[in-house]
């Protein structure tokens, strides 16, 4: 699969278009447009500057019609499409967007367009990036999606995640298939997490396995421990990625899984006893789950790039007594172990209850994890 991701240029603003081919079909989001505006959406074989009816310049020769819909209030506009004819696994073809831009105390309505966004059909056997997303209350995310900017409101086709719900990869769409408990219109760190990853041009692939209140263990009651023996919510992590993998292959293509990240460790700070322990366990999960990698042949690398959100120092002492124990734990683990790094988290924007990560909070933490992602060759 490919996917591009294109931002505005120029002085003037244009629209945006994010586009992915997955097997049998071509998703497209076109953002930036003005509510209720409608948006044509192009196809074409070859590039070349060519004028429409109406005075829009394209830079691709037109040969289909995507579709035309209008853009809701945010600004965006969603299509799904069957493959341009003619094109053949391996091909590329040319997508772009055209509407209409309001007009200005300079001038009359003018059209806009977006880039031309290049993209490629999936062949048989095409490598494809997973990436893993797990722990605790702030990777599944509480906050509201209220507070996203128009862009992560809208499908991300190039940003693809299990939905375990339907047993389908889809493209991430806040609120409605992003949170692993289905919270409504709540977000995580997988918006930007995908988003940043996704911007080089190739899509990818997240399985997102996170549940509140709960520890590396060891802890009484089922589904509240991240602890491998336990048999709880590792095995489920596990059966997830299995199934996905399982779609993936489906399709034809060759899942590798580039890299991990961990956001948990705050539940673990409500007790010494639970802090002292959490180095060796933390050591036992990431030997595990990279071994398991391994196991199903879908380790990019031996040593799976393994990014852990140090949890918050400012976590309130009297309810977390174990917090500077458990960071000690986290960066011991980060220092011992070849590529795997630790991502500060301490003065990301926080709710009122000063735990849970607000909008802006979880935006950070994922554009957080790509980066660090990147920096370990993920």
């Known amino acids: ?27 497209v989001t076109v953002g930036g447009a003005p509510p209720g505006e409608p948006v044509l959406l192009l196809f074409g074989r070859q590039a070349g500057r060519t004028t429409l009816p109406g005075g829009a310049v394209v830079d691709l020769v037109p040969e289909v019609v995507g579709g035309q819909t209008p853009a809701d209030a945010l600004g965006n506009a969603t299509f799904e499409v069957g493959f341009p004819p003619g094109r053949a696994p391996g091909e590329t073809f040319f997508a772009q967007a055209v509407s209409s831009r309001v007009s200005t105390a300079t001038g009359p309505a003018l059209p806009a367009v977006s880039a031309c966004c290049p993209l490629r059909i999936p062949a048989p056997a095409d490598a494809v990036d997973v990436y893993l997303l797990f722990g605790q209350s702030n990777a599944e995310g509480y906050a509201a999606i209220t507070g996203l900017p128009a862009a992560l409101r809208a499908p991300l086709p190039g940003g693809r995640i299990w ?44 399985l997102k396995c996170a549940v509140g209140q709960t520890s590396l263990g060891p802890n009484p009651g089922p589904w509240n421990e991240w602890g491998p023996g336990a048999g709880e919510l590792y095995a489920l992590l596990l059966q997830q990625l299995d199934a996905g993998l399982a779609a993936l292959r489906g399709d034809r293509l060759a899942p590798r899984v580039r890299g991990i990240c961990m956001m948990q460790g705050e539940s673990d700070a409500l007790s010494a006893a639970a802090a002292a322990g959490y180095g060796p366990r933390l050591q036992t999960l990431l030997d595990r789950l990279r071994a398991d990698l391994r196991a199903r042949h879908v380790a990019f690398v031996a040593d799976t790039p393994f990014v852990v ?51 802006a909070g979880v935006m950070q933490l994922g554009a957080a994890f790509a980066a660090a992602l990147r920096q370990l060759g993920a």
């Open 1 to 27: 699969m490919t996917a591009a991701s294109v931002a505005p240029i120029g002085p003037e603003p244009v629209l945006q278009i994010r586009a992915a081919v997955v097997p049998g079909r071509t998703e």
């Open 163 to 206: 939905n375990p719900r339907v047993g389908r990869w889809q493209a991430v769409h806040a609120g409605v298939n992003n949170t692993t408990a289905a919270l409504p219109r709540s977000c995580g760190p997988e918006l930007t997490l995908l988003d940043r990853l996704a911007g080089a041009g190739a899509a990818v692939y997240l």
């Open 309 to 359: 959100g140090l949890v918050d120092a400012g976590l309130p002492a009297a309810v977390f007594p174990g917090t500077a124990a458990v960071r000690a734990a986290q960066c011991a683990v980060v220092d011992a172990s070849p590529r795997c790094d630790g991502i500060e988290t301490t003065g990301m924007p926080r709710q009122a209850d000063q735990v849970h990560l607000d909008t």
